[in-house]
């Protein structure tokens, strides 16, 4: 079946600290890869996403995620987090034969400590 | 509106009732999407409206779960006889078009957060 995973259901770090949210996907002939962010008492937003081209992909707030087909892996990466950061992340995909169905991992809550 | 409205935001009922949530999608979205979020879990897809009619109902888990989107614009998600198993967050969540949808352009409600006692 497929399905996407997140492996971490909590990650802290402070302040300033790298931060790397992992995300593996089922294989699949053709995917396109989200990473959506929960701030609290909001909805999901759109973070970034993969659909081809640049295996790196970057959000406006300094996040960026690589597309690896071999490990079938979108890691969700920041080099120095802020307080603001704090949020449940989740990876999603749309697979091949899946028009317009996300399939969502089960979330990473991101807690940054000053 | 502005964003994606959902109605109620908490709904607390007994198993074995009937219920219904909103979904007020952004003006002129014409994909719909409903997702269902249980503790600990994301979102699992529900069903998918383009238009009026409902493309992918694939997700809905058992004859219980209906919903509607008669005007093309707002949507219902009907539950009846309520279980326990039926509590969890119901997302609704809109897009401009079935490209935008396919490609991760979806705006997502707050929620409706369905409790059955």
């Known amino acids: 079946a497929q399905s996407v995973t997140q492996l971490d259901s909590q990650v802290p770090v402070f302040e300033e600290a790298p931060v790397e949210l992992r995300c593996n996907y089922s294989s699949s002939v053709s995917v396109y890869l989200f990473w959506y962010v929960q701030y609290p008492n909001q909805g999901l937003q759109l973070l970034l996403k993969y659909l081809s081209g640049s295996t790196l992909v970057e959000s406006i707030n300094g996040f960026e995620a690589e597309f690896n087909k071999s490990q079938t892996s979108f890691h969700l990466r920041k080099p120095s987090v802020h307080i603001s950061d704090t949020a449940e992340y989740f990876c999603?995909?749309?697979?091949?034969?899946?028009?317009?169905?996300?399939?969502f991992g089960a979330g990473t809550r991101l807690a940054v400590h000053p | 509106g502005a964003g994606v409205s959902q109605t109620p935001s908490n709904k607390v009922t007994e198993k074995g009732k009937y219920v219904e949530l909103r979904c007020d999608p952004i003006s002129g979205h014409t994909a719909l999407y409903w997702y269902r979020q249980s503790l600990g879990q994301g979102p699992e897809f529900l069903i998918y409206f383009q238009g009026t009619g409902a493309a992918d109902d694939s997700g809905l888990p058992n004859d219980r779960f209906f919903a509607v989107r008669p005007e093309g614009s707002v949507s219902t998600l009907k539950i009846q006889r309520t279980e326990r198993g039926d509590s969890a967050v119901y997302l609704c969540?809109?897009?401009?078009?079935?490209?935008?949808?396919?490609?991760?352009?979806?705006?997502f409600g707050e929620g409706s957060r369905l409790t059955v006692l």
């Open positions: 999603a995909a749309v697979f091949s034969g899946g028009y317009n169905k996300l399939i």
């Open positions: 969540a809109s897009s401009s078009s079935a490209l935008a949808g396919n490609t991760g352009e979806l705006f």
